[in-house]
Structures are given as C-alpha cells and as structure tokens.
C-alpha cells in the first residue's frame, strides 16, 4: 500500500470573500510519558501584546495512548472556561470543532492547553511518531496577522504571529 496525501484547490469569488484566516499550531515539545503510566502536561501560553485572535476552528492531534486534550483562556471574562475539551485519539469520530461564533481571545490574557496519555507499554514513550506520542492543536484563526502559534515545554511557551504564506 502507498500512502499519500491528495489536496484539492478551490478559489473564492473575492468579493464573497468576509475574512482571510490564518493557519497556526499549538505544540508542546520534548515529552517522555514513563512505562505503564498516565501523564498530563499543560502549557501556560502568553499571547503577546496587542491581540485580536478569533480562532474559527480547532483539530487536536494525539497518536493512540492520547486520552484528552484542553485549552482553556486565560485573563480576561472567560477566565478558566474550557474552549476545547477533545477526548484524544479518536480516528472514527474525528476531532475537527469548529466555532460559530469564533473563540475571541482579544480580552484573555493568554491560553492553556493540556494533554493527558495512558501509556499501556512497558518502556518509555516519547514525542515523535509511530509508537511515539504528540501533543499538538492545529487551527485557523483571523485577523491572519494575529493567528499565534506556540511552541511549549516544561516550564516554557513562546507564542508568535504565524508568518503568512510566501512570507
């Protein structure tokens, strides 16, 4: 068997056009789960200064051992409130959420996301793929300027505007 991906284009009358949205990824890095153990990390994620992010829709990515998923805000008068709660690895109901209204993150201080693994095998698993594991939240958000990606790991998150396409 080969597996590849296949990509369709579709084009946009512009004057139908309301918002141009921005793709953006949430990843923490460098993660060991011990043997035969549950772990959960959570990332405490600034967004920096002036931000408007409204995120339209979000796809949590876990490989199988991956039991949830959440991100909440942080600041502002969501304070706390869960704007994801994905039960992980899910391949035959999927994880896309889409938001109508978008998530408004312009009064929020920042965001947390958590992962949460039961590792079954009796050896340490690791960020990567295959047997491996991930914790990561693929979205698309506008104004394209502000969709923020972060990059997460113990004790550390760096949010910044994700670079527009040819930028």
Not at 139 to 165: E, I, L, R
């Amino acid at each position: 068997i080969t597996v590849a991906p296949k990509y369709g284009r579709f084009t946009l009358d512009e004057t139908k056009r309301e918002r141009e949205i921005g793709a953006f990824n949430w990843m923490y890095q460098n993660v060991t789960i011990p043997p035969m153990s549950t772990k959960t990390v959570t990332a405490d994620c600034v967004l920096p200064g002036e931000h408007t992010m409204h995120v339209v829709s979000l796809l949590p990515h876990m490989h199988k051992l991956g039991k949830s998923l959440a991100a909440t805000y942080v600041g502002g008068p969501f304070d706390g409130q869960a704007f994801l709660d994905s039960q992980g690895y899910d391949p035959d109901n999927g994880v896309l959420t889409f938001y109508d209204p978008p998530v408004d993150l312009t009064d929020a201080v920042g965001i947390t996301f958590s992962c949460t693994w039961q590792n079954t095998f009796d050896r340490t698993i690791r960020e990567g793929i295959g047997d491996n594991e991930m914790c990561m939240v693929f979205g698309y958000a506008w104004p394209v300027d502000k969709a923020y990606t972060a990059y997460a790991s113990d004790d550390n998150c760096v949010m910044f505007a994700t670079p527009p396409p040819g930028g």
